[in-house]
């Protein structure tokens, strides 16, 4: 069964801190694997990788993927109380029509 | 803003009810993927429409049904409500299915059920 796992669960930090989120999957025939910002209801996209230690960045936002180890991390720099909010990580497959999500990773950002 | 607007934003039903859940896609989409979120989890597939038929389909009973119209905006109906039925329903539109699990895919921001 395809699966999409992530941690932590919740994370608590303060203003100006560095969080890494992790992600790890198991996914049949593996294409993509994206993350979403998701603050109230709908998610918004963040990035998507397919290569393997191709880093992404947009602005204080970066991730990379490692298909050998099946994760990736979201690194989130200098963080702000904006940036709080439930960050949901999913895998897509070749010939797939919909994305398995993970549980997701709640952070708070305190002032 | 997506462009992907769903309706009604909030709901309450009694258990054993029904409930229709409305979406528009985004302008030129003509995919149409619903995706149940239970409190505290991530999203979870639960089908797709294309060109009004059916294409594919995640782990959920024949209770849950839907319809894509000619326009391609779309319905999701759940019969005989349960109380797990409780969810955020999350519509999402794309181009096409190849890429309904790319960045193209863009999310309505929901309605939230709950059911007694």
């Known amino acids: 069964e395809d699966k999409v796992v992530q941690s932590p669960l919740s994370l608590v930090v303060h203003e100006g801190d560095t969080v890494t989120l992790n992600c790890s999957y198991e996914?049949?025939?593996?294409?993509?694997l994206l993350w979403y910002k998701q603050e109230k209801k709908a998610p918004t996209f963040l990035f998507m990788l397919t290569s393997s230690g191709i880093e992404k960045k947009s602005g204080r936002l970066s991730s990379i993927l490692d298909k050998k180890e099946l994760f990736s991390i979201l690194n989130i720099t200098a963080t702000q109380t904006g940036d709080s909010a439930v960050y949901l990580c999913?895998?897509?497959?070749?010939?797939?029509?919909?994305?398995?999500f993970g549980g997701g990773t709640r952070l708070m950002v305190k002032p | 803003e997506t462009g992907v607007t769903q309706s009604p934003t909030h709901l309450i039903k009694t258990r054993g009810q029904q409930v229709t859940l409305r979406c528009s896609s985004q302008s030129g989409h003509n995919t149409v993927s619903w995706y149940q979120q239970a409190l505290g989890q991530g999203p979870q597939f639960i089908f797709q429409y294309y060109r009004e038929e059916e294409n594919g389909r995640g782990n959920f009973p024949p209770r849950f049904s839907g319809l894509q119209f000619p326009n391609y905006s779309s319905e999701l109906n759940v019969n005989a409500l349960e109380l797990d039925d409780s969810a955020l329903y999350l519509c999402?539109?794309?181009?096409?299915?190849?890429?309904?699990?790319?960045?193209?895919?863009?999310f309505g921001e929901g309605s939230r059920l709950t059911v007694l």
């Open positions: 999913a895998a897509g497959q070749n010939a797939g029509n919909m994305l398995t």
């Open positions: 996914v049949t025939n593996f294409r993509s």
């Open positions: 999402a539109s794309s181009l096409g299915p190849v890429y309904a699990n790319t960045g193209e895919l863009f």
